[in-house]
């Protein structure tokens, strides 16, 4: 039996990952409610961390983000668990982020998991994305420009 995180713990751990300072190192996630916008789907936050064994840890513990906390979740927080029984930071990758997606479709999707320099300099349609929706150039940020875009990405969606 998965015992169903409670809000507030969840809420908790979400504030914390929000507000970590991203640095070249910090592994992260950008994820979204992927529930009708009429019902606040849509938003998402980018949550940061130390390590990809902290990120990992922290999908395990909440793999289902936001609804986590929702009882009515209960088999698809139970569905999303066993995705992740087996996962470790070694074997984390975009397959298994594809099949968390799939459990997890209409209630969150993770669009983005990555390290920040992934964000800064990176080819994916995704970092490129941010880079000119942050300076209007997908082209690599100078160094002057890394802490405004780490407080730009630690705001995004708040």
């Known amino acids: 039996m998965h015992a169903v995180p409670n809000h507030a713990e969840l809420e908790q751990a ?9 640095t070249s190192y910090s592994w992260g996630l950008f994820a979204y409610d992927d529930a ?42 139970v569905r999303a668990k066993h995705c992740l029984a ?26 983005w998991l990555g390290q920040f320099d992934d964000l800064l300099s990176g080819e994916s349609e ?7 929706f942050f300076s209007g150039t997908s082209e690599k940020l100078a160094k002057s420009r890394i802490p405004e875009f780490a ?5 995004w969606g708040h």
Do not use: C, Y
Request: aromatic share 12%.
């Open 14 to 22: 979400f504030e914390k990952s929000f507000e970590k300072e991203p």
């Open 36 to 77: 009708p916008g009429a019902i606040g789907g849509g938003s998402g936050n980018f949550s940061w961390f130390d390590s990809k064994d902290e990120l990992v840890g922290f999908l395990t513990k909440f793999p289902l983000l936001a609804h986590s906390s929702d009882s009515t979740d209960t088999e698809l927080f």
């Open 86 to 111: 087996q996962i470790t930071a070694e074997n984390f990758d975009q397959k298994v982020v594809d099949d968390l997606n799939k459990i997890n479709s209409g209630v969150e999707q993770i669009q």
């Open 126 to 132: 995704f970092a490129k994305g941010m880079r000119k």
């Open 151 to 155: 407080e730009f990405l630690r705001n």
